[in-house]
């Protein structure tokens, strides 16, 4: 069975001060530059579903997953210097998930297939290494190190030959998560 999208009116309040003060900005779809709506952003509440924010516009920089919540000083949680420049909406997905890991870059080298969670692709598959990977079903969330900790980064349906040239040279993926829809 492939899987389906459904309408959902997903909503995140950015605010340009701590604790949801200042000027804000309410988005319900992706934003490449926040910087043309507010100088800055400090907090923020998701109304409703999932979104990945950037510390950099056009969705570079670091990233951060955010679900329905309240986030008053998210910059401390984080450890964020500089505040989101940059958001895009997870659409919601109820179906399978298929992802293929790779241990080199352009798919080379061992490959496993994922329908599940991995908390550790080492102690799962004896691969050090995540170069690059083909999502096939589902949206995904990758993580810096084992048990879903560290940096992350979101996986959409597609082909990633690459993490290196994407700006994740320094970067290793030890673990990867599925966005499931119970999260909305």
């Given at each position: 069975l492939h899987g389906e999208r459904w309408?959902?009116?997903s909503r995140i309040i950015f605010y340009e001060d701590?604790?949801?003060m200042g000027r804000h900005y309410e988005c319900m779809s992706?934003?490449?530059d926040m910087h043309s709506y507010m100088s800055r952003?400090?907090?923020c509440r998701v109304e409703s579903g999932c979104f990945m924010v950037y510390d950099?516009?056009?969705y570079m920089g670091n990233q951060y997953f955010f679900r329905r919540g309240e986030y008053g000083d998210y910059?401390?949680?984080m450890g964020w210097r500089d505040s989101i420049r940059s958001c895009r909406m997870i659409p919601m997905y109820r179906g399978s998930y298929r992802m293929r890991i790779y241990e080199r870059e352009n798919f080379g080298g061992q490959m496993y297939e994922m329908m599940d969670d991995c908390d550790s692709i080492m102690?799962?598959?004896r691969m050090s290494d995540c170069m690059s990977c083909h999502v096939m079903d589902g949206h995904w969330l990758m993580y810096e190190?084992?048990?879903y900790r560290g940096r992350m980064m979101y996986m959409r349906p597609g082909e990633y030959r690459s993490f290196r040239e994407m700006g994740y040279g320094g970067m290793r993926f030890m673990s990867m998560r599925r966005i499931m829809d119970s999260w909305y």
């Open positions: 309408g959902c009116c701590r604790n949801f992706d934003c490449a952003c400090h907090s950099r516009p056009n910059m401390s949680m102690d799962r598959y190190h084992p048990h």
